[in-house]
């Protein structure tokens, strides 16, 4: 059964920053292309970015939005994915998930709620 | 760069068809066959049902399709149903190497 689990949600300031993890299981994690996708409370969904396998040297790319602020890496010994989140905004606060690009994007998981509020 | 364009809403009663645009330009929707939908219930992970313009995945029900036409995609559901009731988004990739999301519609089911 394919899962994606991610975790790291939570409450954070303004400029704080905050890490979600996406744990991966049922499919092979290391050839996959990993996707961030995010939806603010009664908005639609916002692709934020990707990171590739190692086979694309783990390219990274970002939507304007959060370039320059968001991280993406992963460790595919631990089949996990990675969002580093800095000088967090209150217009981030949404719930994250993280998606496998394959046929479309074809696997969710079930999404991580993050609050950026002082 | 601004999203796909989406009606907000849509509804039909159960048994009728409804169809569903996303307008985007030569550089996204119309310059790529990577076009996909995605339904998504309140609460719970989007679902893909269709990816590259027209091809369902398994298990999708065969109720739904999709197509494009110029900068245009459309999605269709035939024989309504009361769990078809969702949002759904279309995607595309662009010429930036980013994925474009539309801005959702809500489908009511009478």
């Known amino acids: 059964e394919v899962q994606l689990v991610e975790s790291g949600g939570g409450l954070v300031q303004p400029g704080g920053s905050l890490k979600l993890s996406c744990a991966a299981s049922g499919f092979t994690f290391s050839a996959s292309t990993m996707h961030w996708v995010r939806q603010a409370s009664g908005k639609g969904l916002e692709w934020i970015g990707r990171?590739?396998?190692?086979?694309?040297?783990?390219?990274?790319t970002y939507s304007a939005a959060v370039k320059g602020r968001f991280t993406f890496s992963r460790d595919d010994s631990k089949n996990t994915a990675y969002l580093q989140m800095n000088s967090l905004k209150s217009e981030d606060t949404a719930v994250y998930y993280c998606?496998?690009?394959?046929?479309?994007?074809?696997?969710w998981g079930q999404g991580a709620l993050v609050t950026v509020s002082s | 760069q601004s999203a796909l364009t989406q009606p907000a809403s849509v509804s039909g009663s159960p048994g009728q068809s409804i169809t569903i645009s996303c307008t985007g330009t030569s550089s996204d929707v119309g310059g790529y066959k990577y076009v996909s939908w995605y339904q998504h219930h309140p609460g719970k992970a989007p679902k893909v049902m269709i990816y590259e313009v027209s091809n369902r995945p398994s298990g999708v029900s065969n109720r739904f399709s999709g197509s494009k036409s110029g900068n245009t995609a459309s999605l269709t559901i035939s024989g309504l149903q009361a769990e078809d009731e969702a949002d759904y988004y279309c995607a595309s990739y662009t010429s930036s190497d980013t994925v474009l999301f539309g801005g959702g519609t809500k489908l009511t089911v009478l």
């Open positions: 990171i590739r396998n190692k086979g694309n040297n783990y390219a990274t």
């Open positions: 998606t496998r690009g394959g046929d479309g994007l074809d696997y």
